[in-house]
């Protein structure tokens, strides 16, 4: 099993929806919790980076951890085509520096 | 300013041949880091080099990779006896302290396209 799961989608929205991704980690000892965005050939851009539990918003983008379910979420408000991309989730302990990323979930937003 | 480059962009190899990949991380980052990403797999952490302490090798897959970082900045990561399994994206991040003391963001380059044929 591995220690950050991710469905990979594709997922396919229309332009305007509220997107959902998620994804679930198995180890208790994650305490950040990063989204990064990584458009085709490009490399991960950081979005959103949560320690512990709890919700960060910055503009259209909301983090949300629940440490207690193990649950990682990224809400994207009023998508946009051009947040076509996939989205990795990452986690990381207190004092670690070694990324544990999910699959990647790609996201389509059809104009 | 300038972030991390890698280079080349892609690389073709044959199996059995050895190669070279280069990572010049953002002037000032103390720390680099490798990673893979593979088809389906996401991003497998490699290598890590911090200032001048010992790396943190405990992700390279076999022996037949290797990496070293000079002068605490570029980093040259090296495949010897290149298998087909061994083709993926091989991406290098750096950052500022090599901590999570809050801020410490892992800055990606583009990649190295790696095929082996």
């Known amino acids: 099993q591995k220690e950050v799961e991710q469905d990979p989608g594709p997922l396919s929205v229309p332009e305007g929806a509220i997107v959902s991704l998620n994804c679930t980690y198995s180890?208790?000892?994650?305490?950040?919790f990063m989204w990064y965005r990584q458009y085709s050939r490009k490399g991960p851009e950081l979005l959103m980076y949560t320690y512990s539990s709890g919700n960060k918003e910055d503009g259209r983008f909301t983090a949300q951890v629940d440490k207690s379910s193990k649950y990682i979420s990224l809400f994207i408000r009023d998508s946009q085509p051009s947040d076509s991309a996939t989205y990795l989730c990452?986690?990381?302990?207190?004092?670690?520096?070694?990324?544990?990323f999910g699959a990647g979930t790609i996201l389509r937003v059809k104009s | 300013g300038a972030g991390v480059s890698q280079s080349p962009s892609n690389k073709v190899t044959e199996k059995g041949k050895d190669v070279e990949l280069r990572c010049d991380p953002i002037?000032?980052?103390?720390?680099l880091y490798w990673y893979r990403q593979s088809l389906g797999q996401g991003l497998e952490f490699l290598i890590y080099f911090q200032g001048n302490s010992a790396p943190d090798k405990s992700g390279l897959p076999s022996d037949r990779f290797s990496a070293e970082r000079t002068g605490g900045s570029v980093s040259t990561l090296t495949i010897q006896r290149t298998q087909q399994e061994d083709s993926a994206v091989y991406l290098c991040?750096?950052?500022?302290?090599?901590?999570?003391?809050?801020?410490?963001?892992?800055?990606f380059g583009p990649g190295t396209r790696l095929t082996v044929t």
């Open positions: 002037s000032g980052h103390t720390a």
């Open positions: 990452a986690s990381l302990m207190e004092y670690g520096n070694k990324l544990v």
């Open positions: 180890n208790s000892a994650f305490q950040y």
């Open positions: 991040a750096s950052s500022l302290r090599g901590d999570r003391r809050g801020g410490d963001e892992q800055y």
